[in-house]
């Protein structure tokens, strides 16, 4: 019987699926960006998946993420994602923490544990306190900028994030951590402005759709794949 991963193996050989497998990969944000890249890492044979959110699925979900269905509203997303990459892969291990990621809370997690981390984290005190850590632990990381309030999946791109423009998430990350002394960051952001939305009532949330956020995903994924086997 030929293995599930037989495609992948085409293209990137024997070896590199088996780095793929033994690899730890901790995703920080299980929503629409976050869930599509445990889905593609999952499909790719990562065979280590730590997955932290705190949030559970809601209606508003529905519109963008993976994990979300009308059968799991109401339901950890970490739990859901959990049981869709066994699913998926019967042989990875998932370790799930329902956490919200903060200075508070952050010594709960060992960094140093992982090959690679990945940022798709909403709240911007989460997203600095997390590079900042994982700097100085030497851990790989990659983060999500801004993929709320636009239309077009075909505009992001990878880059560091002093290298960004266009984006407001970016254009605050820089400064914040440019004060904490960090030079470098990959990230994954959008060179499609923002489109302003007229709404009569305060809206929390940015607008989504179906194709944007999992498209970030989707890079970043790609990403952490070609780090981790070259």
């Known amino acids: 019987m030929s293995s599930q ?11 590199c699926v088996e780095k793929l497998k033994v690899a730890r990969v901790a995703i920080f944000g299980i929503g629409g960006v976050g869930s599509y890249v445990v889905e593609a890492l999952a499909r790719s044979g990562v065979g280590n998946l730590d997955l932290v959110d705190n949030d559970i699925i809601c209606l508003t979900d529905l519109n963008r993420q993976i994990i979300a269905t009308h059968g799991t509203l109401g339901r950890y997303k970490v739990d859901v994602a ?41 709240t911007i005190r989460s997203k600095v306190e997390l590079i900042v850590r994982a700097k100085a632990e030497g851990i ?77 995903g989707l890079v970043i994924a790609s990403e952490v794949i070609r780090d981790l086997i070259n």
């Open 5 to 15: 991963f037989a495609r992948t193996e085409q293209l990137i050989g024997r070896k």
């Open 140 to 216: 790989p990381i990659i983060s999500s900028m801004g993929a709320g309030n636009k239309m077009d999946p075909t505009a992001f791109a990878i880059d560091d994030i002093y290298n960004t423009s266009v984006c407001p998430l970016a254009k605050v990350m820089r400064k914040l951590l440019r004060q904490k002394g960090i030079d470098r960051v990959k990230v994954v952001y959008s060179k499609e402005a923002p489109i302003k939305i007229n709404c009569a009532e305060r809206v929390k949330n940015p607008g989504s759709n179906a194709f944007v956020p999992p498209a970030c």
């Open 82 to 122: 959990e049981e869709r990459v066994l699913d998926i892969n019967p042989n990875a291990f998932v370790n799930t923490y329902k956490l919200f990621y903060s200075k508070e809370d952050a010594d709960r997690i060992k960094l140093k544990d992982y090959d690679y981390i990945v940022d798709a984290i909403d």
